[in-house]
């Protein structure tokens, strides 16, 4: 053993299972080892597809039984610390040649023989290899293997060991809380607790490149749990992601704006999360790859719920390499960009510079693909939030009342999309422009009322109510429309039933509105106009709203 121990290869290792104490079961006969042929030893448990030596390996192996791994994983109980070390070496090489879902069983027993290893943090020497062969074990497609370990209280030692001297050890903890804090919630919630979130952060900031990237792995899984955001907050997550922002490493960046995007919904305060620059970086990510374009818009869309950071979002040239991922053939990249231009239109400041790049033709043919409901939502919003008084005359000049005619007639539209397209109908209805283009589409404008006319008497939906009456009485501004409003639909003895107590007071007031502006028809019933007058006395006298009594008054006081 003295004489081979130090040049001992994974061959070798195959050849002295027949020989040494543990190893009770012998293993076909193979070479006696070579001087000098020594395997690299393998830090986090990962392939090394590259190396001659392993891919030799794996072409001339006779692979072990359950049994005889069992047997050699005993001998953890050898006093011997030379014995220790080369059965964690070669528990190291076994897992990482063995196809994981092709490893032999492993029992309770054993896994707690294998973390005992792991616990010999006076012998660095076996710790290295241990830890290596519990990181790809613990990446096994199995879960049960995981909730082994996990019970034997491998997080707990993995978080202790992060603070150890050793590079190997530190990358293989790394490598074994990324894969438990992607597993399940219940194991992010123990790293929490057994403090792994301060040095994982102070790791993040570790000058060595793989470091930086392990822990920042696993602080991303971490924040995928609300609760936790706070924490990494306290522990100065914010300096560690805006490092990984400013560098030239696309993994770096990625985990930063990730992890970016999923605390920055659980603070008060969002600009608290950026750094000089960080919001430069993000911006310029959107003209990289589509992973981290996507994940750049996402971050911002969720920064830009605050206006101070709307502003600078836009201050910092995002419109420009946004307008083209409008069209991006990547369906997500094209929803997660229409998200944040959805956001960045709250901002009044920025209706004008979004109009002036022309993005308007832009969002009109999203709104048509209906394939793509949630790009279809957002586009929809965005025209909403620019159709202000300022804008509207612009709107309509682009096209947009036919391309949103088209949207609330069309039987695949759905729901979310329906209350943005009739929100934005429902201001731009009201403009003399709009309405004359709509009396130049009498089929189409038909077929829009029956729909509208529908979704009023199902009273299932009243926001959707509010916006289709909104249209309704917008357009009946224009006698021509208010004519076929009147003569095509049966809309008054429907707004009969709205007018009552129990109505929202918003609703009832857009009910009011447009009943005065339809019952003086001449056309009217007058059995429908005494009905309505009725059921608005006695709104009147039982409602405790007073701009609902306003209203009531003001309709009562209208010509008969």
């Known amino acids: 053993y003295n004489e081979y121990k130090s040049y001992l290869s994974f061959m070798d290792w195959r050849w002295l299972m027949q020989w040494i104490p543990c190893a009770w079961m012998p293993c076909p006969a193979l070479q006696p080892p070579r001087k000098g042929h020594l395997h690299k030893p393998l830090l986090d448990g990962g392939r090394e597809d590259n190396d001659d030596e392993l891919s030799a390996l794996r072409e001339m192996r006779v692979p072990l039984s359950g049994k005889q791994v069992e047997q050699l994983m005993y001998a953890v109980n050898s006093s011997q610390v030379d014995m220790l070390i080369l059965v964690a070496q070669f528990l190291a090489h076994y897992a990482d040649l063995h196809p994981i879902n092709n490893t032999p069983p492993i029992s309770v027993d054993v896994l707690g023989s294998l973390m005992s290893l792991l616990e010999r943090i006076d012998n660095i020497e076996v710790v290295i290899p241990a830890s290596s062969a519990i990181s790809v074990l613990s990446s096994s497609t199995d879960d049960n293997i995981r909730a082994l370990f996990f019970k034997k209280g491998l997080i707990r030692q993995s978080v202790r060991l992060l603070r150890s001297p050793s590079y190997p050890v530190v990358i293989n903890?790394?490598?074994?809380?990324?894969?438990?804090?992607?597993?399940?919630?219940?194991?992010?919630?123990?790293?929490?607790?057994?403090?792994?979130?301060?040095?994982?952060?102070?790791?993040?900031?570790?000058?060595?490149?793989?470091?930086?990237?392990g822990a920042g792995g696993t602080i991303l899984?971490?924040?995928?749990?609300?609760?936790?955001?706070?924490?990494?907050?306290?522990?100065?997550?914010?300096?560690?992601?805006?490092?990984?922002?400013?560098?030239?490493?696309?993994?770096?960046?990625?985990?930063?704006?990730?992890?970016?995007?999923?605390?920055?919904?659980?603070?008060?305060?969002?600009?608290?999360?950026?750094?000089?620059?960080?919001?430069?970086?993000?911006?310029?990510?959107?003209?990289?790859?589509?992973?981290?374009?996507?994940?750049?818009?996402?971050?911002?869309r969720n920064l830009a719920s605050q206006p101070q950071l709307q502003l600078k979002i836009t201050e910092c040239g995002v419109l420009e390499p946004l307008y083209s991922l409008l069209r991006h053939t990547d369906t997500n990249i094209q929803t997660a960009a229409l998200s944040l231009l959805h956001n960045l239109s709250i901002l009044e400041d920025n209706e004008a510079k979004i109009i002036n790049m022309g993005y308007v033709p832009e969002l009109s043919l999203v709104v048509r693909q209906w394939q793509i409901p949630e790009g279809q939502r957002h586009a929809a919003a965005t025209l909403r939030n620019l159709a202000t008084p300022t804008h509207t005359q612009t709107l309509i000049t682009s096209g947009v009342m036919e391309v949103l005619l088209s949207v609330v007639t069309n039987a695949k539209t759905i729901s979310p999309v329906l209350h943005e397209v009739t929100a934005v109908l429902a201001v731009l209805s009201r403009e003399p422009e709009a309405q004359s283009r709509l009396a130049s589409q009498p089929a189409s404008v038909l077929d829009m009322l029956q729909l509208l006319s529908a979704h009023i008497r199902a009273k299932v939906d009243l926001k959707l109510v509010f916006y289709c009456l909104g249209i309704i009485g917008g357009m009946s501004a224009s006698e021509k429309l208010?004519?076929?409003?009147?003569?095509?639909?049966?809309?008054?003895?429907?707004?009969?039933?709205?007018?009552?107590?129990?109505?929202?007071?918003?609703?009832?007031?857009?009910?009011?509105?447009?009943?005065?502006?339809?019952?003086?028809?001449?056309?009217?019933?007058?059995?429908?106009?005494?009905?309505?007058?009725?059921?608005?006395?006695?709104?009147?006298?039982?409602?405790?709203?007073?701009?609902?009594?306003?209203?009531?008054?003001?309709?009562?006081?209208?010509?008969?």
């Not at 429907?494 to 007071?505: C, E, G, R, S």
């Open 482 to 560: 208010r004519d076929m409003v009147i003569k095509k639909t049966d809309i008054l003895g429907t707004l009969t039933h709205y007018i009552t107590p129990q109505t929202p007071p918003d609703l009832i007031k857009v009910v009011l509105w447009t009943t005065d502006i339809l019952y003086t028809h001449p056309t009217i019933n007058h059995g429908v106009k005494n009905e309505l007058i009725a059921s608005v006395n006695y709104l009147k006298d039982h409602v405790e709203d007073t701009d609902v009594k306003d209203a009531c008054e003001d309709l009562l006081a209208s010509p008969r």
């Open 173 to 213: 903890c790394l490598a074994i809380l990324t894969t438990f804090s992607g597993a399940d919630d219940r194991f992010k919630s123990s790293m929490v607790r057994d403090g792994a979130v301060a040095p994982l952060c102070d790791l993040a900031r570790h000058e060595d490149d793989r470091i930086r990237k």
């Open 221 to 300: 899984n971490l924040s995928h749990v609300d609760v936790h955001s706070h924490q990494l907050l306290r522990c100065g997550v914010v300096e560690s992601l805006h490092q990984f922002l400013v560098s030239q490493d696309q993994h770096l960046q990625f985990y930063a704006a990730a992890t970016l995007s999923n605390i920055s919904v659980q603070v008060d305060d969002p600009s608290l999360l950026v750094r000089d620059k960080g919001i430069e970086c993000l911006v310029d990510l959107l003209k990289s790859t589509d992973r981290l374009i996507s994940q750049s818009c996402v971050a911002m």
